[in-house]
């Protein structure tokens, strides 16, 4: 099929990439420049695994084009809308500026019997908002929403096998045509039985909303009883992999520890809350509320346990920071807690040494003030105290022995990622989040 993606992001990239791979003539647009260039060069402009080999092995095929000219689109028969729904400035709702400008840029360019599909997590009531005014200025396209599951670091993989298809369509056979068009995009995972719900748009918004909202309370949940765990002496980790056996609550996403961040579960959870609060229905997701404190307090807890080690203060101290991104496997810092935590130990006057395997240079554009290092070995040099808060695998490896230059024996886990005894055992004290 012909496919335009309007947004080259994290979703966008990654999703018109893939969809070239199974097989569809796809055409990426994005108003960035620099952004169109490196895609269009076979080069990802963002760290995601397995991006850069499927940009060169799609483009080779010819079938995969970069633009920022929205003429290019006329011949699609389906346009994707993956842009971002980021956080209104000064308050909790999403800001649609961005979906608005692309639908309102693709509108003109629709071909008969073609298909506007929004992929972007948007409030409820957004797709019939715009519904209607495809209505009235394009009737010969129609609009679905197909709100995207996947998590970055395994963008990839996610789009190409996804877990569920969600279609929103309109009721009839206008959303039965929408249905029969979208299953010729997603021919390659139906075949391979992936579970398909056809639904009406506010459903289709709601699911992805409201998975979010699942995880974020899902780490949240496990946080509260890091807490508790903190106050009384038990072991959280433990704990978790005790409930997590139990198959009604599972292991996935009961990780404790620094906490959730990024470009996703932070900003869904607070602008599905806001647009709870514009349907009169604030009581039933004020929880979210309690869901985003327990994680801020996270931070907080942190950035106390730093001060605690080193004696009440954290001024004039050394500090190492190992992981800036908000996850591993990516170079995402947008609402990274670990960076945040960085940067509030700088303000108490930490000197602070940063690294991270590739999210230095995104880091570095919001806070511009840490001292970052390209290696671990520089950053502890002389640390009076070493941080781990983003848990690649490379720091999980890391021995003791390769900590000698520290000055300071004192390793803070904020991901619960390390063995407490092979620290311990090297001299070490070790401290955690949740963790006696
Ligand atoms: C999340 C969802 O997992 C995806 O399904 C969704 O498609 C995506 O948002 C989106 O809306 O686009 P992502 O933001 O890539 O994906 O990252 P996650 O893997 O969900 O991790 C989010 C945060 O939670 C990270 O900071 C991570 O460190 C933290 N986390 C995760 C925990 O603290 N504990 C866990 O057990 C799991």
Redesign the pocket.
Known sequence: MKISVIGCGY?GAVHAACMAELGHEVVGVDVDQAKIDALAEGRAPFFEPGLPELLVSAGATGRLRFTTDMPGIADAQVHFIAVGTPQKDGGHAADLRFVDAAFAAVVPHLADGSLVVGKS?VPIGTAARLAEILAETAPQATLAWNP??????FAVNDTLTPDRLVYGVPAGVEGERAARLLDEVYATALAANTPRIVTDYATAELV?VS??AF?ATK?SF?NAMAEIAEATGADVTQLADAIGHDARIGR??????????????PK?IRAFRARGEELGLGASLDFLGEVDAINLRRRDRMVELTREALGGTVAGKRIAVLGLA??PD?DDVRDS?SLDVASRLHKEGAVVLVTDPEAIETARRQHPELSYVPTVGEAVAGADVVLVLTEWKLYRDLAPAEFEAASGRIILDGRNCLDPTRWRSAGWVYRSLGRP
Request: some cysteine; proline content about 3%; overall charge positive.
């Open positions: 979703l997590t995207e599951f996947l998590r970055e670091g992805k998975a979010n995880l780490i496990i996935r996403f009961l990780n404790s520890g620094l906490g959730f961040g990024g470009g996703c579960l869904d908000f996850k990516s807690p």
